[in-house]
T-cell receptor, first 113, second 114 residues
């Protein structure tokens, strides 16, 4: 079936480095993509989203890139900090009601000082 | 801030028991969701509710039921718990008509079925 996947289950970086977390999706009908961050012992929290009519969106220290040609989504975190250590999920939205939100399997980001 | 509260952080139950997982949100949201989260599988939607007394099946409803008698409360019920229902359960809520940047999650209930 169609699903959202991630290239790497884990990513380790040094504090201050830039981090790039990748995600591949398979449903070309998806019109909206979201990145969530889940810290240990907490539920997922919204980080940033992007609609399919955009290829880049920037937030505070985070940038999401969307390449619809190859169905690829990435999350870039600038100047990674220990507080960024968490599991990151991408999700694609298949319908306007948002009930067909398909989550990827998650990438665990570990930031060392 | 929106608060989605799941009544238990950890639960241990025996096979065959009836299990209730409770979720309460304090922002008058119409939409509420139950997901389960398993290593390597991400989050999968079990059931959701658009409003009081309304419910819809998600991707993996088998073995579960839900109850939404009051707007603020959405309960997930395991009629007869089985070991393959050992998982992290996440509740979420969202205002009517909002897209998913307004989706707020609880902290989760880790259920172990022995």
């Amino acid at each position: 079936g169609e699903s959202v996947g991630l290239h790497l289950p884990t990513l380790s970086v040094q504090e201050g480095d830039n981090s790039i977390i990748n995600c591949a999706y398979s449903n070309s009908a998806s019109d909206y993509f979201i990145w969530y961050k889940q810290e240990s012992g907490k539920g997922p929290q919204f980080i940033i989203d992007i609609r399919s009519n955009m290829d880049k969106r920037q937030g505070q220290r985070v940038t999401v890139l969307l390449n619809k040609t190859v169905k690829h989504l990435s999350l870039q975190i600038a100047a990674t900090q220990p507080g960024d250590s968490a599991v990151y999920f991408c999700a694609e939205n298949l319908n306007q009601a948002g009930t067909a939100l398909i989550f990827g399997k998650g990438t665990t980001l570990s930031v060392s000082s | 801030d929106v608060k989605v509260t799941q009544s238990s952080r950890y639960l241990v139950k025996r096979t065959g028991e009836k299990v209730f997982l409770e979720c309460v949100q304090d922002m008058d949201h119409e939409n509420m969701f139950w997901y389960r989260q398993d290593p390597g599988l991400g989050l999968r939607l079990i059931y959701f509710s658009y409003d009081v007394k309304m419910k819809e099946k998600g991707d993996i409803p088998e073995g579960y039921s839900v109850s939404r008698e009051k707007k603020e409360r959405f309960s997930l019920i395991l009629e007869s718990a089985s070991t393959n229902q050992t998982s992290m359960y996440l509740c979420a809520s969202r205002p009517l008509g909002a897209t998913n940047e307004k989706l707020f999650f609880g902290s989760g209930t880790q259920l172990s079925v022995l």
